[in-house]
T-cell receptor, first 118, second 111 residues
Framework: GAGVSQSPSNKVTEKGKDVELRCDPI?????LYWYRQSLGQGLEFLIY????????KSGLPSDRFSAERTGGSVSTLTIQRTQQEDSAVYLC????????????????FGPGTRLTVT | RKEVEQDPGPFNVPEGATVAFNCTYS??????FFWYRQDCRKEPKLLMS???SGNEDGRFTAQLNRASQYISLLIRDSKLSDSATYLC????????????FGSGTRLQVQP
């Protein structure tokens, strides 16, 4: 079946502009996650959505970052007034969101959006 | 102390070698453990989940030691195509359902 998709694949923007990144999770997955990865670095957790529960925003680095998930499916990550240090690959992942026997927590990643702030 | 710690490597091994990676985690309440693989400039892909009893998938064997809070991955008969960064992944910290990723161990299999 279709995997996680993200758009755009690449985004170049000028410092100070706002950007929106989109994620389409795997159909039927109730959990959705955003991470970012700077060049040569590990994954940094940003935000997590689970069903209709309040999102876990504990990883958002500043109030310039926000995310929403409409209808329990598509999610948009918005970065306002972008800065050069926001340049990174933004990865979205989804999972079933509930345990099925020993499984259900595995996360499947989209190809990412490479954001460059000039 | 980092929540998930891995030796960054790189591990340079010849084709056909057996190589093992270890990973330690700090949250004793963690319940889910995984190994992911990430190729250069690509997204992480799930390699295998790690179960309490240990599990094997072809040339790959994963073990979990809860008492010592470490996870291992063994790769037998290394192939050139195994060259990648291997990420140790644990759920947590407590109260947060997102996974915590180690920084990865880089493997380079040489002909």
């Amino acid at each position: 079946g279709a995997g996680v998709s993200q758009s755009p694949s690449n985004k170049v923007t000028e410092k100070g502009k706002d950007v929106e990144l989109r994620c389409d999770p795997i159909s039927g997955h109730t959990a959705l996650y955003w991470y970012r990865q700077s060049l040569g670095q590990g994954l940094e957790f940003l935000i997590y959505f689970q069903g209709n529960s309040a999102p876990d925003k504990s990883g958002l680095p500043s109030d310039r970052f926000s995310a929403e998930r409409t209808g329990g499916s598509v999610s948009t990550l918005t970065i306002q007034r972008t800065q050069q240090e926001d340049s990174a690959v933004y990865l979205c992942a989804s999972s079933l969101g509930f345990p099925v026997l020993d499984r259900g927590h595995e996360q499947y990643f989209g190809p990412g959006t490479r954001l460059t702030v000039t | 102390r980092k929540e998930v710690e891995q030796d960054p490597g790189p591990f340079n091994v010849p084709e056909g070698a057996t190589v093992a990676f270890n990973c330690t985690y700090s949250n004793s309440a963690s319940q889910s453990f995984f190994w992911y693989r990430q190729d250069c400039r690509k997204e992480p892909k799930l390699l295998m989940s790690v179960y309490s009893s240990g599990n094997e998938d072809g040339r790959f064997t994963a073990q979990l030691n809860r008492a010592s809070q470490y996870i291992s991955l063994l790769i037998r008969d290394s192939k050139l195509s195994d060259s990648a960064t291997y990420l140790c992944v644990v759920n947590g910290p407590t109260g947060r359902r997102a996974l915590t990723f180690g920084s990865g161990t880089r493997l380079q299999v040489q002909p």
